[in-house]
């Protein structure tokens, strides 16, 4: 059917685990992260700087990306790896890290960002905004590359704001015009600094506090603004997985109809009513192909009561192979790694393909 590859983005280690009540040692979660990178997945979100007294859970994604820049996993495919913020004080903390590992004690000065290389950024960087910084490699990408490490990793930023007023307000703390009045200048430091930006658009298919009729236009409207103002990606999120195949068809057709390219979309489905695969097809339909998938259906947003798992990444492997479609993604070893942490956090595996194909 299709023989196009199509993009996993592996959110697991963030959207994945920032609900789990119980505290995960963060060896763990550099351990998921190490293995993932090892599957064939490209773009892995491997954690978020946001207010630890929100989301605790997160509070150590500054040792993730510690160890991912001293300590990059060998893997098949060069990674990139996805770091989510809500505001300046999330970026601070993200440069932070990026410089103390950059400036580290082995004499290696900072370097400034190099150009792109050849197998360039795992966001398409084809901006809209004439004036906006060309992406290009991150001065710390080149830095592991100049110690031998030669992972040829790279870092992007993900920013996040809401197509409905209420989940906004609780999710973050602010106005829909005050996210994208904040992430205007967020977006023009970290493009600068060399990380490119994906843009989530949350609630897009549903809100737990406004309901099912999220309205397509509004999200359309998000989503020009965000690529008017130089996004490389967006992410437009069913938070609720209330979508349905009709409702994820609308919103499409109103995202193409207000200019915004399939090229420029990555869909990002939750599976609380088991709709997430036929969204998938359905955006497949619509030319998408970039999806957002949790390893062992991990996930679920603080925010949105009820709201179950990212769909699987076992499962979304299992049905785009199955459709011909090339992920580059070693089936296999991403159930043994979904089996492996909903075991160690005390889940149950949320895949069906990824306990059958264990089973086999
Ligand atoms: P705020 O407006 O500053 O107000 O932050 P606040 O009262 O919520 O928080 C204030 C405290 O947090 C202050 O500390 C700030 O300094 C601190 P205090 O003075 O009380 O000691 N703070 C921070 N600390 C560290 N890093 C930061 C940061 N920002 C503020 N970046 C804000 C509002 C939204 C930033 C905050 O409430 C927050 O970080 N909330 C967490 C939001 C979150 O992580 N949500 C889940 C991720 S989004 C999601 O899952 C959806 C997605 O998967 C797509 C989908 O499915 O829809 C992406
Ligand atoms: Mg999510």
């Not at 505290?23 to 997945?41: F, H, M, Q, Y």
């Not at 004690?105 to 950024?121: F, K, L, V």
């Not at 110690?147 to 993900?158: A, C, M, T, Y």
Request: aromatic share 6%.
């Amino acid at each position: 059917l299709f023989a196009d590859h199509v993009r996993i983005i592996e959110v697991g280690p963030r959207d994945g685990l920032q609900n789990e009540k119980k505290s995960i040692p963060v060896e763990t979660k550099i351990e998921l992260v190490n293995r993932l990178a090892r599957t064939g997945l490209r773009t892995i979100e491997a954690g978020s700087f946001v207010a630890p007294k929100w989301v605790p859970q997160m509070a150590a994604s500054d040792k993730v990306l510690s160890s991912v820049l001293k300590n990059p996993p060998s893997s098949p495919a060069p990674v990139t790896y996805q770091w989510l913020l809500p505001n300046s004080k999330g970026l601070d903390n993200y440069f932070k890290v990026m410089n103390t590992s950059a400036s580290a004690t082995d004499g290696y000065p900072t370097p400034p960002p190099s150009p792109q290389n050849d197998d360039g950024p795992a966001l398409n960087t084809s901006s809209q905004d004439p004036n906006a910084m060309p992406a290009s490699t991150s001065g710390v990408d080149s830095m592991s590359k100049s110690r031998g490490h030669g992972s040829g990793q790279k870092h992007e930023v993900s920013i996040f704001m809401s197509a409905t007023e209420t989940f906004s307000k609780t999710n973050t703390n602010c106005t829909i015009q005050e996210s994208l009045d904040r992430f205007r200048p967020l977006m023009a430091e970290s493009k600068k600094a060399g990380y490119p930006v994906r843009a989530y658009i949350s609630v897009a298919l549903g809100c737990p506090f406004e309901g099912a009729d999220v309205d397509p236009h509004r999200v359309a409207d998000i989503a020009a603004s965000l690529m008017e103002m130089g996004a490389d990606e967006l992410s437009v999120a069913d938070t609720t997985g209330m979508g349905t195949a009709p409702a994820t068809k609308k919103l499409l057709r109103t995202l193409k109809e207000a200019g915004i390219r399939s090229e420029d979309i990555a869909m990002h489905f939750h599976d609380t009513f088991g709709q997430a695969l036929i969204n998938t097809m359905v955006s497949l339909d619509h030319g998408i192909r970039a999806f957002d998938s949790a390893v062992g259906q991990l996930g679920g947003c603080p925010y949105s009561p009820g709201a179950t798992g990212n769909v699987a990444t076992e499962d979304l492997v299992y049905t785009l192979h199955s459709l011909g479609a090339d992920t580059g993604v070693d089936l296999e070893e991403v159930s043994r790694i979904g089996d492996w942490i909903t075991n160690e956090i005390g889940k149950e595996n949320g895949s069906s393909a990824g306990k059958a194909t264990l089973a086999r």
